[in-house]
């Protein structure tokens, strides 16, 4: 660990630098949203700031990337892969020259930092964290010449080593992620809802709904992100409908989205009128799974055109309940890694995802096409692409649809 | 509620079917506030909307300066463009009804908001 840690400098130091750069533009943001309560998400450079999880060849080896990366990101959204959107208003230039002198670059020989190790796995039993925490603590200290302080370090860096990686992080933000400045009361996970919002394929003009939008998180993220675009959201709930309207108004979306009290068994919509539908279809237990569920989705089907695609978050349940045998013949990795679902219509992918090489997917396909045929609810629903996603203390599950053609024909 | 909403709308009110466009509308109170104004989006929005039932709503609402039809190369026409996004954007009914043109089902609009609930008996199988 120590060689790994000394060999390779240069790296720390870019990580380091990426970092400041970082927190400066998060320092600009706190002030500028005192000032306009106006909130960014980053984008950082394709290559370097990605949360990749490599899997090793051998165990002995331990690869580490030196990456920028959110602490909770590891736990939680490894769906967005590290994407986060910088946005600035031009407005805002004039004042970051101000908050360039105020930021105050630190010396890089002054940086005080602490190191958090988490191990798991078989790897916990060779060392204790603390054992870990201490010769990386040393190593950069007898390196780059930087004081620990496990009070109120500049830098922390987090470290967690499994048995099939190794992942050395620096957090850039100290609140979650999903915490939104423009959201005034969240219902879904922001960073569930942008990622569903990002793999439903929206496109300016398009008109986007979400018939169950509750508090409209979806709605606001998807808005904040695309926003050449008609946004309509309908839920049957008056008090959620307010909630929306009031997180509306907070964000200053009133304009883009457009709120309806309907009920998404019957969608007050003519025939293939929207382009995208993005829903959390709710998981409580008021709702009743099974038929309703086939309901909902044929209703939705219903007024989606033809190549518009849904995005729905389903409940584990609903995800047993709609899939039937077939869940337990695809295998699915708990952190959120792609599914290559056998078989589906990897022509239809416009991003071109990982495929699977035709000759290969033969078979499966005959078996997957089985399964489709047993889903008859989603009639012309073609599935695209599936993710498992934790939201904290449970899993759900992202689905993606599209829709081929009308049913019936 | 926008006219680019209700231009969407259609009641669906048991045996209705397509005869349930447009909706009628009616307004009691109407605000009309600034929106910005974002070309591209209009443009985009045109090919999509009923023309004859934006017209339908925008004389109820007593509209003034409502484009007939969408003008040859309207994409680069400012002023259509402009007076398109009013109608479709800038208008919004806070309360009012809207009416399904088949059965004379009302659906109130309050606070902006269409209530188009249907009862169990009301809904179509």
Request: proline share 5%; net charge negative.
């Amino acid at each position: 660990m120590q060689r790994l840690t000394n060999d390779d400098p240069e790296s720390w130091l870019n990580a380091i630098s990426i970092w400041k750069n970082l927190l400066e533009l998060d320092a600009k943001k706190v002030k500028l949203s005192q000032k306009n309560a106006n909130p960014l998400k980053r984008k950082v450079g394709e290559n370097d700031i990605i949360a990749k999880k490599l899997k090793t060849e051998q165990m002995q080896e331990i690869q580490e990337n030196k990456e920028c990366q959110l602490e909770k990101q590891i736990e939680e959204e490894t769906l967005e892969q590290g994407n986060f959107t910088t946005k600035r208003d031009k407005s805002q230039e004039e004042l970051q020259n101000d908050v360039v002198e105020a930021v105050g670059t630190h010396n890089q020989n002054d940086l005080t930092f602490r190191v958090s190790c988490r191990c798991s796995g078989a790897i916990a039993r060779t060392f204790t964290a603390q054992e870990v925490g201490r010769v990386i603590g040393i190593a950069l200290t007898k390196q780059f010449g930087w004081k620990a302080d496990l009070r109120n370090p500049n830098l922390e860096i987090f470290i967690h080593l499994s048995d099939i990686y190794s992942v050395v992080g620096i957090p850039v933000f100290r609140v979650p992620l999903a915490s939104r400045a423009y959201i005034k009361t969240a219902g879904l996970r922001s960073t569930i809802a942008w990622a569903m919002a990002s793999l439903a394929e929206i496109k300016a003009g398009a008109v986007v709904l979400d018939p169950m939008c509750g508090l409209g998180t979806i709605l606001l993220e998807a808005a904040k992100e695309w926003p050449d675009v008609y946004y309509v959201g309908a839920d049957v709930s008056d008090s959620q409908l307010l909630g929306a309207c009031d997180n509306l108004k907070a964000a200053g979306l009133k304009d883009k989205i457009e709120l309806l009290k309907v009920s998404v068994i019957e969608l007050p919509l003519p025939s293939e009128s929207v382009d995208i539908i993005i829903s959390d279809i709710p998981f409580g237990k008021k709702f009743k799974l099974g038929k309703d569920i086939k309901h909902i989705i044929q209703e939705m089907e219903r007024v989606l055109r033809v190549g518009g695609t849904i995005v729905l978050l389903l409940s584990e349940d609903h995800h047993r309940r709609l899939k039937g045998c077939e869940e337990s013949s695809v295998p699915l990795n708990s952190k959120g890694s792609r599914t290559d679902k056998p078989g589906s219509t990897e022509c239809l992918n416009p991003e071109g995802k990982a495929a699977i090489s035709e000759p290969a997917s033969s078979s499966l396909a005959a078996s997957n096409q089985e399964r489709l045929d047993r889903m008859p609810p989603f009639g012309s629903l073609v599935p695209v692409e599936r993710y498992r996603v934790s939201l904290g203390k449970t899993d759900a599950l992202i689905y993606k649809y599209r829709k081929l053609h009308s049913p019936g024909q | 509620m926008k006219l680019l909403t209700h231009n969407l709308l259609s009641s669906h009110v048991r045996g209705v079917g397509p005869r349930g466009f447009p909706l009628r509308l009616q307004a009691t109170e109407v605000r009309i506030s600034p929106v910005e104004f974002n070309p591209d989006f209009v443009a985009r929005m045109i090919p999509k909307v009923e023309w004859a039932a934006l017209l339908e709503a925008a004389d109820t609402l007593h509209l003034v300066e409502v484009p007939k039809e969408p003008i040859q190369g309207y994409e680069h026409d400012e002023s259509f463009l402009r007076q398109m996004h009013h109608v479709l954007l800038e208008v919004d009914v806070l309360e009012g009804t809207l009416q399904c043109p088949e059965s004379g089902r009302l659906f109130p609009i309050s606070r902006g908001i269409p209530n188009m609930l249907l009862s169990d008996e009301e809904t179509e199988t």
